[in-house]
């Protein structure tokens, strides 16, 4: 979340967070979402960038990076726990 604010990056964070807690049908509390939205937008953003070669901008597009991020890391839990 590149150019935000702190208080912008945690409400995109929460909300992010919770869109990618319904997607992926998980229960999680308002602390793991804003974790989730802000980490999910650093992992989203450097996939982005791996892949398509560049990311998307504002704030509508750095929503949509962060909760397909969050997704990917609420799957990858879910993978390491499946496993022990």
């Known amino acids: 979340m590149e150019g935000f604010g702190w208080i912008l990056s945690i409400i995109l964070g929460a909300i992010a967070g919770w ?31 791996l892949i398509i070669g560049g990311t998307a901008g504002g704030v509508i597009g750095q929503l949509v990076v962060a909760v397909v991020g969050a997704c990917i ?12």
């Open 73 to 84: 890391l609420i799957w990858l839990g879910r993978l390491i726990r499946s496993k022990t």
């Open 19 to 49: 869109i990618a807690e319904q997607i992926m049908k998980s229960d999680h509390g308002l602390i793991m979402n804003i974790i989730l939205g802000i980490v999910g937008a650093l992992v989203g953003n450097w996939l982005f960038r």
